[in-house]
């Protein structure tokens, strides 16, 4: 059976998440790929639909073309004839394809870690930083929230109400302050308060591309002055459900700034969760944690093996 090299096992809560959250995908085309390999014997035909089926579900051609050929190449080279064989080494594949996860956890980083949450508008930074500081909480880490997304009034009160529903501390300034001088005030408190971790919340949304690149690169220089010692860590949020778009939109944040871990906000909400395939394998980032929902416990540590198999039962 395949097992989980890079991480602890996934919680029965957890992989419970997983399976609901993939609902609409498995339903999807990705839910039809067991159908191929109820045939007899394994063509040319069925590595063509294969791919059909994988391009549906959003995993983008790229992605499609090369999990085919590594499936196809490993059924070839260990002359495995029966279509349950080749099945299995689908699975296999995809897991593989989602890239190695050996990322610490973000709730045993150091005390003093900063995590900056990146995104465009509307992928789901800021409901993502409830969730997280819900997770740390839970897992015994006190957090603090920094309203550094100034742009718009109503980012800041949406932080607060969430602040205060996690009963964590939010640090904001006013609308259109500068986002460097919330985050430098929102480090100094957690480290006279002794608060382990600050989450950041970031505006998606500026005049330009140039100024939001600019302005979160500021950010974190201003974050590591706050704090020299500071383990920063960038987390970028995808919106599952725009699809491919989502990569696109990905690489060109990953030009200009530099990111740890995806979350894939949204997996709920659609049958594109084929784009998770993509993710690391055109972006070279690994998904760190999935969105299940709009409520404040609906995120799960990203699991390649339970996501997976999940898709398959
Ligand atoms: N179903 C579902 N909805 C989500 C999830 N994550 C976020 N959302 C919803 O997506 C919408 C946008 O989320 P926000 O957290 O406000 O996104 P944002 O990136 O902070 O947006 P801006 O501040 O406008 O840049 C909200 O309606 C959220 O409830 C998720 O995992 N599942
Ligand atoms: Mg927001």
Known sequence: MLRNLFRREPTPQEREQIESAVQKTRQGALGHIS??????????????????????????????????????????????KTPVEAETAVRRQ??????????????????????????????????????????????????????????????IDQLRVWGERVKAPVVAHQQEADPGAVVFDAVKAAQSRGLDLVLVDTAGRLHTKFNLMEELQKIKRVASKANPEAHIVSLLTLDATTGQNAILQAKSFLQSVEVDGIILSKLDGTAKGGVAFSVYNELGVPIWYIGTGEKVQDLAPFDHLAFVNALFE
């Open 35 to 80: 159908d191929l390999f109820r045939q007899q014997v394994i063509t040319e035909e069925t590595w063509d639909e294969l791919e059909d089926l994988l391009i549906q579900a959003d995993v983008g051609p790229t992605t499609a073309i090369e999990l085919v050929s590594r499936a196809r190449k490993e059924v070839e080279k260990e002359e495995l």
């Open 94 to 155: 995809m897991v593989e394809i989602l890239g190695r996860d050996e990322h610490e956890p973000l709730e045993e980083m150091p005390a003093g870690t900063i995590i900056l949450m990146v995104g465009v508008n509307g992928s789901g930074k800021t409901t993502s930083i409830a969730k997280l500081a819900s997770y740390l909480e839970q897992r015994g880490r006190s957090v603090l929230l920094a309203a550094a997304d100034t742009f718009r009034a109503a980012a």
